[in-house]
């Protein structure tokens, strides 16, 4: 079918409400949200923090391309490329000076300026740049109005994660934040999707023909698979390797079991170990993905049998026989620490505590539905303040490091280069952007920053008419290994406070859509690279049509019709997503001693590192436990 044909049937012209728009005026989303000039008094401004102060800022409400949407990377590419300098224009000395400079708003910057308050005293003065036009950093908020009614999702960070197993800084943080994750068990219904399983879309460009083939994990595997479109081979290898129980290292010791898996990758425990096809690795390639944003011929053995997927979509066949015990990692809590904005509630919390009146409300229960009134984040007369669409672009001490007595960060707020001066600065940001911002760490510092290669990610999320089809085919998920995204599920069950799920099947949805592009085959840091290049270059409109399509192909025998049934789409295009986590089989090349997220977080005279990256785990915890550290280095400073 001609492509400007398929792209009316699938609803390409069609209007979405809000796409792209700010309360129904239209706003470039590049930049630092310029259309937004337009809004301030009489049309003239041109400083940022009038729009942030305009009664209509309201970044979460918008949909498009979000995450990090454009011009939240155009300074830092320039820097990086050695092009900032010379065209920054003038500098402007504001005089405004901290006790602390944190750059990044994400969670870990959000809770350094919490805990720096705790010890330095309500009087401590604190400013946060942060060059999203939102704060929050991956734990972004989405709202929707699909069906008359207010829809959140998580635009970035989903769930606390596993809470039994945070520190106490991390417990306590939360508990003093007014979160009771024993609420959780109360306000997220576990019963609703218990009758609805997994499919399995397989899509004609990888495996033939196209065919959602339902009981994904539930139907016995030789009956499921006898669905699908696959060769008998294929079909028979994934039958047995999910059936059999054969201990494919007899002799060996759990140690020795565990040190051979450790260091092959699973595709190769496939078809090396349990001798299964090749032809039958497409089944498997993007098992990972959720978690390592690369497939199985990068992750070892060992780290997909000892992570589970939270999404219960799969799992990963061939240990059952290897008598390796509980996973070390094993999860104590199940997975429903979510509220219906994700963690985003998490960052909210903490600037309601922050900054008092920005988001009204006292309970885990309103923080949910409360408004956050953005023309409160950066006042004169607050102690804490949050200073979004800003860039940092540079962070050096006023002197000698060792007598130094402030750090003067510079940054871009909008197009103008602004600098102000602290007792004391953190880098909440990202690993490899530091090396940029102080020029003068040592080198092997830099290289250890630079070792932190981001996952790429994209959480789409899509409101729709009505969850029926799912419905209607017994299905809550979608796995779909060969697409655009890999997987695809009706949002978590969860009411709180005033918000209540759509939990009827008539009543409208916001679908999640997982997509991690790669380059499979590459060294993993390589992959990385690839997909942020590949999201970077993909406008919105390739994102529409390849949603929409897969939507229509999933769930078009159901009654599906995209271009009825979509009525908002937000692409959360996390080209710097997770932390780099060290793998034991991609990163078996690295030395024994301290990793590089240890070499790289040292403090560096009034400058100390945060963020999630220096912990190597893509965790809310570790960005919390991170920002605990870094606020004890700068305590001992003053
Ligand atoms: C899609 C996704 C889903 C996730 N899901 C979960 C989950 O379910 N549970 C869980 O525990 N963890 C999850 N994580 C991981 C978790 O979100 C992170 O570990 C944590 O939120 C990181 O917080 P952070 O503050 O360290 O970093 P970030 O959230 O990245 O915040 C850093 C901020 O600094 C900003 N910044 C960077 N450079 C500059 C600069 N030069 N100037 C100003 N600002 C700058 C960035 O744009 C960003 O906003 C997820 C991560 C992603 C990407």
């Known amino acids: ?58 970044p979460p409400s918008l ?87 207010l829809l959140l999702a998580n635009g970035g960070t989903q769930s ?34 218990s009758k609805l399983g997994t499919a399995c879309f397989f899509d004609r460009e990888t495996f033939g023909e196209d065919r959602l083939v339902a009981g994904m994990n539930t139907t016995p595997w030789p009956e499921f698979l006898a669905k699908a479109p696959l060769s008998e081979t294929v079909r028979r290898d994934i039958a047995r390797v999910y059936t059999e129980k054969t201990d494919y290292f007899p002799g060996l010791s759990l140690q020795q079991k565990r040190a051979k898996l450790a260091h092959m990758s699973y595709a190769d425990f496939l078809t090396k170990v349990c001798n299964v096809t090749k032809d039958a690795l497409p089944f498997f390639q993007k098992f990972p993905h959720d978690l390592y944003g690369a497939g199985i011929e990068a992750i070892s053995a060992l780290a997909c049998y000892e992570n589970e997927d939270d999404y219960e979509s799969f799992t990963y066949p061939g240990f059952e026989g290897l008598n390796l015990g509980e996973p070390e990692l094993d999860k104590e809590d199940p997975y429903i620490f979510h509220f219906p904005d994700g963690n985003a509630s998490v960052a909210r ?102 070792y932190c290669v981001k996952v790429p990610l994209v959480y789409t999320r899509v409101a729709i008419r009505n969850w029926a089809p799912f419905q209607t085919l017994g299905i809550h998920q979608i796995v779909a290994p060969g697409s655009y995204h890999s997987h695809v599920a009706l949002d978590f069950p969860v009411s709180i406070g005033e918000y209540k799920f759509p939990s009827h099947a008539d009543e409208p949805m916001v679908l999640f859509m997982l997509r991690t592009p790669c380059a499979p085959g590459a060294p993993r840091q390589d992959q990385y690279r690839a997909g942020r290049v590949e999201l970077l270059q993909t406008p919105f409109s390739t994102f529409e049509r390849k949603i929409r399509d897969q939507l229509q192909r999933m769930l078009g025998s159901s009654g599906f019709v995209a271009t009825r049934d979509i009525e908002g789409i937000t692409v959360n295009r996390w080209a710097h997503g997770y932390s780099y986590e060290y793998d034991s089989y991609s990163d078996s090349a690295l030395p024994a001693g301290e990793r590089p997220c240890e070499i790289g977080r040292k403090q560096f005279g009034r400058i100390s590192i945060a963020n999630s990256d220096a912990g190597a785990r893509a965790y809310t915890d570790c960005a919390i436990d991170q920002a605990y550290r870094a606020v004890q280095e700068v305590v001992k400073n003053t």
Not at 30 to 52: H, P, T
Not at 78 to 104: N, T
Request: glycine residues 10%; negative net charge; hydrophobic residues 35%.
């Open 349 to 450: 919390l903490l600037v309601r505590s922050l900054i008092p009146g920005s988001i009204p409300g006292h309970t885990m229960d309103d923080i949910v539905t409360a408004r956050a009134d953005y023309g409160r984040l950066d006042l004169d007369s607050s102690r804490v303040r949050i200073r979004l669409n800003s860039t940092a672009v540079q962070a050096r001490h006023t002197g000698p490091i060792e007598s130094a007595k402030e750090v003067e960060v510079a940054y871009m707020h909008g197009e103008k280069l602004q600098s102000v001066r602290a007792k004391n600065c953190i880098l909440a940001c990202f690993n490899m952007m530091i090396p940029y911002l102080c020029l003068d760490l040592p080198d092997k510092q830099k290289d250890a920053l630079h």
């Open 160 to 193: 606390i994660e596993n809470p039994s197993a945070y520190s106490k800084v991390s417990k306590d943080l939360i508990r003093e934040l007014g979160v009771d994750t024993a609420q959780f068990y109360k306000d997220y219904d576990q019963k609703l999707y």
């Open 63 to 149: 949909l498009g391309m979000r995450g990090d949407h454009d011009g939240t990377f155009t300074f830092a590419h320039m820097l990086r490329d050695g092009e900032f300098w010379d065209g920054a224009g003038a500098h402007e000395k504001l005089a405004e000076s901290y006790d602390l400079v944190i750059v990044g708003g994400g969670i870990s910057g959000l809770a350094a300026a919490y805990f720096y308050r705790k010890q330095a005293g309500p009087d401590a003065r604190i400013l946060i740049l942060e060059n999203h036009d939102d704060f929050g950093g991956h734990a972004k908020r989405n709202e929707f109005t699909a069906g008359n009614r």
């Open 1 to 58: 079918m001609a492509d400007d044909l398929r792209d009316k049937e699938l609803g390409m012209g069609r209007k979405i409400t809000r796409r792209d728009f700010l309360d129904g005026v239209a706003v470039s989303v590049g930049g630092s949200l310029i259309g937004l000039n337009a809004l301030s008094a009489g049309g003239q401004a041109s400083d940022n923090s009038v729009q942030e102060k305009s009664p209509v800022y309201y």
